[in-house]
């Protein structure tokens, strides 16, 4: 049977619904104090739509955008530097991609500079 679409959700169905697993939402729960689900007896958790919208907003900053914690707390209380901001400013496509290159070939070479190091200490 289908829910409603404004019906509350247990964490169960919200896990399955985001792919996150449930200790991931209680988590968040701690981290985004604006993430504040109803609670019935026995401690259960309902989601309800608003509760949702923010968890996939937080799932996108988190999980698709690269945020930190800390750095999505700063976006969603609305502390964040306007989006005019370097540091906050979309990197385009094109500079995405030299980015990405530029992060493999850093990795290349730490992992280079480590197995240096641990012949020297061998």
Known sequence: MNKAAD???TIGEVSLELD????????WEEQFPSLK??????G???YRKDDIALLRRIDTLL????????????ILSGKAKAASSKSDARIPAKAADSQSELTKDMREELLSIRKMLEEALA
Do not use: C, D, F
């Open 7 to 9: 019906a509350v959700r």
């Open 20 to 27: 996150l697993k449930p200790h991931i939402l209680r988590y």
């Open 44 to 46: 259960r958790r309902y």
């Open 37 to 42: 689900p109803m609670k019935r007896s026995g």
């Open 63 to 74: 999980n698709k955008e690269g945020y930190t914690i800390k750095g999505a707390k700063k």
